[in-house]
């Protein structure tokens, strides 16, 4: 059984949003490329292995495109956010990752992002196919290909470290 999204009620909810005003409410800076990396923060999600393997190899060509990471999701493994955040103080990420916690409601988030990294070895992901529902393609791994079509929604990347090209 699959995941649902009602794609009718989400339709209505965004009609007549305005996607500027929404995105400089959450901090987003016009001309920056919001890349939403959505999920609690725990070990199966992978947020370690996209911050050393994906965003800090190619940091200075994000900081150059404008690019901004906003991992999204609350916290449910207090060492592992430990461990994320010493890595992004070590590498240097802090002006491009930004770690606003668990969202209640997510749709201004939907609304605002331009893309969604999906690191995780999930298969069909509710926060894909509402990602696809509200318009954002997103660069996940291959496990997430009944959510992301290649080449039309997004990109499918067999390893985390392959996500890097494609965003």
Known sequence: IYNGVDVARIR?????????AERAS????AGEVAVGVIGTIVPFKLQVEMLRDV????AD????????FHFLGGVKDEAYSEKC????????????TLWPGYIADMTPWLVALDLVAFPAPEG??????EAAVFGIPA????????????GENGAL?????DLAEPL
């Open 124 to 129: 069909t992901a509710r926060t894909l196919l």
């Open 85 to 96: 955040r010493a890595l992004v103080e070590e590498l240097g990420l802090g002006d491009i």
């Open 26 to 29: 959450l901090g987003i800076a």
């Open 139 to 150: 660069v996940a791994r291959s496990t997430s290909r009944e959510a992301v079509l290649d």
């Open 157 to 161: 990347c067999a390893e985390v470290k």
């Open 12 to 20: 209505a909810l965004i009609a007549g949003r305005d996607r500027a």
């Open 55 to 58: 965003i800090a190899p190619y």
């Open 61 to 68: 060509r994000f900081r150059a495109a404008k690019v901004r």
